[in-house]
């Protein structure tokens, strides 16, 4: 995995090097810092997915419309994503309107645990705007900036809290818990396949008991 790691520095590297910023972000970084093995690196930049595109040899438009392309190296791929902000979001679950921005800032507002938002350059330094690293030592799953708006953008985020206790054995922080009680009633909202993809993740998670008590 330290190939893995390697080959994604270069390229935050490339990207650096033509002018753009680049950070690691999201569960690989969450990982890392807890000592979990990960195989799914995410890179967000202020470059957009044209520009992505046009500095890399093999990219795949895999959500190029939200801002996100798969660069691939060799055997390994690499979402990375521009950032962006959402906006009016349709049936609890995708937003309508997606801004692309210059501003890191932005587009971690727009996530959803305060765990998942760390970033980290090329040098393994990681960056922390929403108090994640506090989370993570106290071992606790919060939402950033208010829950209800969180689960009420997207009702899948539910369900990833759920995912998160089961993998992590973390704690769900009050207000976050108390938001999903209450909108509980949105999960009808998600697809089938969605839901399934959710609930397979939970029940295979070293905390899974956990999981299901909440």
Same mark, same amino acid.
């Given at each position: 995995?330290?190939?893995? @790691? %390697?080959?994604?520095?270069?390229? $935050?590297?490339?990207?650096?090097?033509?002018?753009?910023?680049?950070?690691?972000?999201?569960?690989?970084?969450?990982?890392?810092?807890?000592?979990?093995?990960?195989?799914?690196?995410?890179?967000? &930049?202020?470059?957009?997915?044209?520009?992505?595109?046009?500095?890399?040899?093999?990219? +795949?438009?895999?959500?190029?419309?939200?801002?996100?392309? &798969? +660069?691939?190296?060799?055997?390994?791929?690499?979402?990375?994503?521009?950032?962006?902000?959402?906006?009016?979001? !349709?049936?609890?679950?995708?937003?309508?309107?997606? &801004?692309?921005?210059?501003?890191? %800032?932005?587009?971690?507002?727009?996530?959803?645990?305060?765990?998942?938002?760390?970033?980290?350059?090329?040098? !393994?330094?990681?960056?922390?705007?929403?108090?994640?690293?506090?989370?993570?030592?106290?071992?606790?799953?919060?939402?950033?900036?208010?829950? $209800?708006?969180?689960?009420?953008?997207?009702?899948?985020?539910?369900?990833?809290?759920?995912?998160?206790?089961?993998? @992590?054995?973390?704690?769900?922080?009050?207000?976050?818990?108390?938001?999903?009680?209450?909108?509980?009633?949105?999960?009808?909202?998600?697809?089938? %396949?969605?839901?399934? +993809?959710?609930?397979?993740?939970?029940?295979?998670?070293?905390?899974?008991?956990?999981?299901?008590?909440?």
């Amino acid at each position: 995995m330290e190939l893995y @790691l %390697e080959t994604g520095k270069q390229i $935050i590297k490339t990207l650096k090097r033509n002018g753009y910023s680049a950070y690691f972000v999201g569960g690989y970084v969450r990982d890392l810092q807890l000592g979990i093995q990960s195989d799914d690196i995410d890179i967000t &930049t202020n470059a957009t997915p044209d520009e992505v595109e046009a500095l890399f040899e093999k990219v +795949v438009a895999t959500g190029k419309k939200f801002g996100g392309v &798969t +660069v691939i190296s060799g055997s390994f791929k690499y979402e990375v994503t521009t950032y962006r902000l959402e906006s009016n979001y !349709e049936n609890h679950r995708h937003p309508n309107d997606v &801004t692309f921005s210059k501003n890191i %800032e932005d587009d971690l507002m727009r996530r959803d645990f305060t765990v998942n938002q760390l970033i980290m350059d090329e040098f !393994e330094n990681v960056t922390d705007h929403h108090s994640g690293l506090t989370d993570l030592n106290n071992k606790v799953i919060r939402t950033i900036n208010n829950p $209800i708006d969180r689960f009420t953008e997207d009702a899948l985020r539910i369900l990833r809290a759920f995912r998160f206790v089961s993998k @992590l054995g973390f704690d769900l922080e009050k207000h976050t818990f108390n938001a999903i009680k209450e909108l509980a009633h949105l999960v009808k909202t998600i697809s089938i %396949e969605r839901l399934m +993809v959710e609930l397979e993740k939970i029940f295979k998670g070293d905390f899974q008991k956990k999981a299901i008590k909440y």
